[in-house]
DNA sequence: CACTTATTATGAGCGAGTCACAATAAATGA
DNA sequence: TCATTTATTGTGACTCGCTCATAATAAGTG
């Protein structure tokens, strides 16, 4: 059993499962989205850089960029932020983020899996088949609101 | 009466409630806003110079940014696209994206005021008061269904 | 071990939007 | 009606996040 779900090993394995080649960049990148979800490609590339000290920015875009494709990351981009990566993937989680601080938190799909909600659709609209209804709530968390903290320029 | 929606007069009555002056140039976008509704400044800008040849870019970005802050337009940011603006505004309606070709429909909302859902939080997370909650629908229109168009790049 | 081809590094470049500051023109009052 | 004040717009440089083309490297294969 060498699959324990955020090792090395259980890394290998996917990228193997997906045919890609199993390299010491795309080992660090994952590692790094795995100890900071919710982070920026920058985040991530900092971090990574702690295992992998030449590791540069454009492969770092490149390999989140295919991992995302095959599903084994996940991106979503709030307003005013750089797209945020994380590991938790194919449970179609929601995302709560902080107009103050722009902290992020995971919330919970009731239903576990896309789409949760079905559109009620204007009476001029030319439906579509909806495949993912993704829900971003905005709000501020209990620090910002102690400080009086207001939405700044965040949107 | 000279505040039919969508008029020269309504806007200008709108702007002066709002305590900013009534330019041609705010007019003009928000002639433009109304009659391309989802659209991005490029979009506005080009509509807006029909009727005012010498507005620049940066004025648009200006006044979109200003109009969005005093929720007389409604600025939306989907995923590999830049911001789209709308007139339609202080409904809570969300929004439906075709990932073939981009195109957008509105969705109603059934509460009709935010936030219209309330998150199930993670037993780890720190809650947040929660303001909005926006729903983005991902689908494929029938055009590019039938035409058998792939989500191509945009994710 | 050599070789093939995916992957990564290098460096230029792009789209969307922002910033600082000068020029202009709405609103106000004389 | 005109002069004044100050919001608004125009100009041009610049940033951020990311992509593209191409060369160098290294993972997997026979």
């Given at each position: 059993m060498t699959d324990t779900p955020g090792t090395h090993?259980?890394?290998a394995a996917a990228l193997h499962a997906?045919?890609?080649r199993v390299t010491k960049q795309r080992l660090a990148v994952l590692?790094?989205?795995e100890h900071h979800p919710h982070s920026p490609a920058e985040t991530i590339l900092a971090a990574a850089r702690q295992e992998l000290p030449e590791l540069t920015a454009q492969s770092v875009y490149v390999v989140l960029g295919d991992l995302?494709?095959?599903q084994m990351l996940r991106r979503f981009e709030p307003p005013h932020s750089p797209a945020l990566y994380e590991t938790r993937v194919g449970d179609?989680?929601?995302h709560a983020i902080c107009t103050g601080c722009g902290?992020?938190?995971d919330v919970e799909c009731?239903?576990?899996h896309a789409p949760c909600l079905t559109p009620h659709w204007d009476e001029d609209a030319r439906p579509m088949t909806i495949q993912i209804?993704?829900?971003l709530y905005q709000g501020i968390c209990e620090d910002c609101q102690r400080s009086h903290k207001l939405p700044a320029e965040r949107n």
């Amino acid at each position: 059993m060498t699959d324990t779900p955020g090792t090395h090993e259980a890394w290998a394995a996917a990228l193997h499962a997906h045919g890609r080649r199993v390299t010491k960049q795309r080992l660090a990148v994952l590692a790094a989205v795995e100890h900071h979800p919710h982070s920026p490609a920058e985040t991530i590339l900092a971090a990574a850089r702690q295992e992998l000290p030449e590791l540069t920015a454009q492969s770092v875009y490149v390999v989140l960029g295919d991992l995302t494709d095959l599903q084994m990351l996940r991106r979503f981009e709030p307003p005013h932020s750089p797209a945020l990566y994380e590991t938790r993937v194919g449970d179609n989680h929601h995302h709560a983020i902080c107009t103050g601080c722009g902290r992020v938190e995971d919330v919970e799909c009731a239903v576990g899996h896309a789409p949760c909600l079905t559109p009620h659709w204007d009476e001029d609209a030319r439906p579509m088949t909806i495949q993912i209804a993704d829900v971003l709530y905005q709000g501020i968390c209990e620090d910002c609101q102690r400080s009086h903290k207001l939405p700044a320029e965040r949107n």
